[in-house]
Each structure stands twice: as structure tokens, then as C-alpha cells.
């Protein structure tokens, strides 16, 4: 559904990302691992148009994505939870999942009961502000915010970062049943190693933006990704 060819990216005067490849199939998870600054989610802007390629290819679904921003992304059917969240503090709950209406026809403007079975909590607080949330029950408005958006694409950059291990496990129930389902591509940042391999079914390691490890779960032993990334951050 979405595939990534030979991606480069510069800020600037310094390059980020060398060479990448990158394939995200419905009813999968594509992991991208490494540690802290190796461009995991610089790639992930790339891919969900948050910051324009400096070179390569992006097609969805078969078509040949030019330099399209985030709002085109969004409206083809890309949906981005970024790291840190990004929920408005000042609106409520209910608020600021319709803010996931944005790309969506007006016939379109409700929120689905799959989003509060998935995530009870926020029906309970619906009306509750964003920034009144603990930091779990954050992170859960920002991936039904983007599920409000109908995507067949999930790009999900740090899911678990701060949060309690309560939430973790709930998050990684409704990423599994979102794979399961088999119409939607979701790709993975993550480097809570057990999460993240428990999940994907392809997996992409980085070091200094660039591929050491690419593969599906049948071509790379659980063992050697553990032992590369152990050995990345031995090296950093």
C-alpha cells in the first residue's frame, strides 16, 4: 500500500536519511527501529509529508506521489500520530478528535463507536481538556484522532515513550486488532524491543539514517535484531 524507494533528506546543509526502502502492506506492522537520532522520525515526516524528501520515490496504493505536503497525505489516507503527541490542551476530548474531521466529507463528521471501544477512557472524558490528560491518556486521544481520519496508512512514532505499562499493553491490543483487520498498512517507530518485535511483521533498523537490517519477520531472527541494536547502542 505504501512504498518508499532510495529516500534522502537533508535539514539544511547535513543529510539525514541515506538510501532508505521501505514497504507497509494492509494487515501489517512495519517496525523501524535504532536508537535515539539515527532518523527514524525523520523518516517518518517524510513518509507522512511533514517534510518534503530530498530525493526517491512514495507510492500509495500504486500512485506516484510528487512532492505532496502533510493535508495531501492526510486526505490520500495517511494518518500520523507524531512523537510527543500533539493534542491541543486547550480543547476538550470530544474536541479535538473532531479536529480529525478535517480531511474527512462533511457526511463523515462523526466520531465512529470503534474509537471509544477501543479507548473507553475518552468517552468517560469526553469533555474533559486535552492538557487536563495524563500523559498515557494523551497518547490514546492522538491515535484516535488519527483513526477519526478513516486512514489505510498508520504511521505511529513512539507509541509507548512515557507511558505506563497498563496503556502500553492496551495500545498494543489496538494496534494488533488494527492489523488484524487487514485494510490497514500500519509502520511502527519504536524502541521498547519487546513491543515493537511482538507487533511487526517487517522490520527496518537504522544507524546514522542509513539500512543495516531489512526484512520480514521470517528473514531476520528475533535474536540478531536484538543483538544489533544492543550492539548500536554499545557503539553510540
Known amino acids: 500500500m505504501l512504498e518508499a524507494r532510495d529516500i534522502t533528506l537533508h535539514y539544511g546543509g547535513s543529510q539525514i536519511l541515506y538510501g532508505i526502502d521501505l ?28 517534510h518534503p524528501r530530498s530525493g526517491g520515490s512514495l507510492r500509495l496504493n500504486g500512485e506516484e506521489l510528487g512532492r505532496v505536503n502533510a493535508q495531501t497525505m492526510a486526505q490520500k489516507g495517511v494518518g500520523y500520530v507524531p512523537q510527543g503527541r500533539m493534542i491541543f490542551p486547550l480543547l476538550t476530548v470530544r474536541e479535538n478528535l473532531e479536529t480529525g474531521f478535517s480531511v474527512l466529507p462533511r457526511s463523515d463528521h462523526m466520531v465512529p463507536e470503534e ?10 472524558m469526553s469533555h474533559r481538556r486535552g492538557g487536563d490528560l495524563s500523559g498515557g491518556q494523551q497518547q490514546q486521544l492522538a491515535i484516535a484522532r488519527a483513526l477519526i ?11 509507548t515513550e512515557g507511558i505506563q505499562p497498563n496503556i502500553i499493553q492496551q495500545i498494543g491490543r489496538v494496534i494488533k486488532g488494527l492489523r488484524d483487520r487487514g485494510d ?8 521498547f524491543f519487546d513491543f515493537a518485535h511482538d507487533l511487526g511483521d517487517r522490520f527496518l533498523m537504522l544507524e546514522r539514517g542509513r539500512p543495516v537490517i531489512s526484512g520480514t519477520r521470517a528473514e531476520v531472527p528475533r535474536e540478531e535484531l536484538k543483538a544489533r541494536l544492543a550492539g548500536l547502542g554499545a557503539a553510540a
Not at 115 to 124: K, N, Q, S, T
Open 149 to 159: 481520519m478513516r486512514p489505510r496508512v498508520l504511521l505511529l512514532d513512539e507509541p
Open 184 to 191: 490497514m498498512a500500519i509502520v511502527l517507530v519504536e524502541q
Open 23 to 50: 514497504i507497509a502492506e494492509p494487515g501489517q506492522v512495519t517496525c523501524v527501529m535504532g536508537n535515539n537520532g539515527v532518523g527514524k522520525t525523520s523518516l517518518l515526516k517524510v513518509l507522512s509529508g511533514s
Open 115 to 124: 474509537i471509544f471501544e477501543h479507548f473507553p477512557v475518552l468517552a468517560e
